[in-house]
Each structure stands twice: as structure tokens, then as C-alpha cells.
T-cell receptor, first 110, second 113 residues
Framework: AQSVAQPEDQVNVAEGNPLTVKCTYSVSGNPYLFWYVQYPNRGLQFLLKYITGDNLVKGSYGFEAEFNKSQTSFHLKKPSALVSDSALYFCADPWGKLQFGAGTQVVVTP | NAGVTQTPKFQVLKTGQSMTLQCAQDMNHEYMSWYRQDPGMGLRLIHYSVGAGITDQGEVPNGYNVSRSTTEDFPLRLLSAAPSQTSVYFC????????????FGSGTRLTVV
């Protein structure tokens, strides 16, 4: 079984600054981990996934995520945030039923 | 390529009424799921299906029924609507295999008064 947790309800960042959204996981076995984004009044969109291989995973819209086994983390990152990145971000565990973290609201200010 | 289509987009029900939220996908995906999204609660799994004729309960199944007679369709039935079921409902689908991401519909915003 596997589950994920997002420790921050909200992350505030100024446009142009680096953005990090945190996710930790608990695992029994090899973890599969996903990130999704939800823009206002929209459904969720798949951003990226970690299955196996490189610890740095690149995804859509300039986002990347770093898998860290020793810290059981899968943090989402973007080197330079845009105002349009303001959205709700979900870390997810796809084993079986696809369980989501509670979500982190990202607010990027001009 | 329509993806996952949910209807209706908005619905207001009176307490005690029943209704069906429709979900259809045209990608021949085996897995389909229903989630509800409430403020501060993230997404919670209601029911899911791993293929036609097979359904199972998720985290919050009470008050909801599902069936999966075809690969394409996965309707969610509210038996007797309650104000606690006011929420945004999302349907999602994916192919077989844990390394595939889900494709989500655009959601149904349901208000029960």
C-alpha cells in the first residue's frame, strides 16, 4: 500500500522566483508517483510521473519533480514561476485506486 | 478526440431527489473512477471500475451507486440527494497499468438544497 501527503496548504511565490511544491510518500515496494494540476473551474491535468529510472522527472509546462528515496519525497519544482502557474496542485499515488494528496494552492504574484 | 465527457456541467437538486451523473470516454480505457472535490478535502474516491461489469467502492461510497455495463460509460447515481452531497464531481479514466495517468472530465457542479 502507498499513500501521499502534501504538508503545505498554500505556497506563495513572486513571479520569476523558483517554485517548489512538496509531496512525501509512504511506501511498501517501489513507488509510482504522479503530479496533477487543476486550474480554476477545470478538471485535473496530468503533469508528470515517476515510475523508475532517473530521479529528476521532466513534465509539462516547464515543471519537473525530484524523487528522493532517502527522504521519501517527490517535490514538484519550476525554476521560474509564472502568474499563470497559479493553480491547485495534487500529488497522487496511482496504485490501485489513485489516492490524492489534499492539494497545495499555489499563488504566484506579479 | 473527446476524452472524458461529463454531463451535466451544473445541477441543482432538492433534498430527496435522485439523479444520474453521466460519464463517457472514447479512449477504450479499462479503468474509470468517480471523485468528489470539496474545499479543503482534496479529491475523494467514491467508486471505481477496473472494467465492464466490475465495480468497487472507494473512500466515500455511501449514498451513491454505480454500474459499468460498457467500457465507455460509467454513470454515478445519487439515490436520495442530501445537502452533504453538494460538491464538484469528477470522472476519470485510464488504460490498464499503474504507470498510466488518469484523464479527467471537466466536472459536474452539484448543489443540493
Amino acid at each position: 500500500a502507498q499513500s501521499v501527503a502534501q504538508p503545505e496548504d498554500q505556497v506563495n511565490v513572486a513571479e520569476g522566483n523558483p517554485l517548489t511544491v512538496k509531496c512525501t510518500y509512504s511506501v511498501s515496494g517501489n513507488p509510482y508517483l504522479f503530479w496533477y494540476v487543476q486550474y480554476p473551474n477545470r478538471g485535473l491535468q496530468f503533469l508528470l510521473k515517476y515510475i523508475t529510472g532517473d530521479n529528476l522527472v521532466k513534465g509539462s509546462y516547464g515543471f519537473e519533480a525530484e524523487f528522493n528515496k532517502s527522504q521519501t519525497s517527490f517535490h514538484l519544482k519550476k525554476p521560474s514561476a509564472l502568474v499563470s502557474d497559479s493553480a491547485l496542485y495534487f500529488c497522487a499515488d496511482p496504485w490501485g485506486k489513485l489516492q490524492f494528496g489534499a492539494g497545495t494552492q499555489v499563488v504566484v504574484t506579479p | 478526440n473527446a476524452g472524458v465527457t461529463q454531463t451535466p456541467k451544473f445541477q441543482v437538486l432538492k433534498t430527496g431527489q435522485s439523479m444520474t451523473l453521466q460519464c463517457a470516454q472514447d479512449m477504450n480505457h479499462e479503468y474509470m473512477s468517480w471523485y468528489r472535490q470539496d474545499p479543503g478535502m482534496g479529491l475523494r474516491l467514491i467508486h471505481y471500475s477496473v472494467g465492464a461489469g466490475i465495480t468497487d467502492q472507494g473512500e466515500v461510497p455511501n449514498g451513491y451507486n454505480v454500474s459499468r455495463s460498457t467500457t465507455e460509460d460509467f454513470p454515478l447515481r445519487l439515490l436520495s440527494a442530501a445537502p452533504s452531497q453538494t460538491s464538484v464531481y469528477f470522472c476519470a479514466s485510464r488504460p490498464t497499468g499503474q504507470d498510466y495517468g488518469y484523464t479527467f472530465g471537466s466536472g459536474t457542479r452539484l448543489t443540493v438544497v
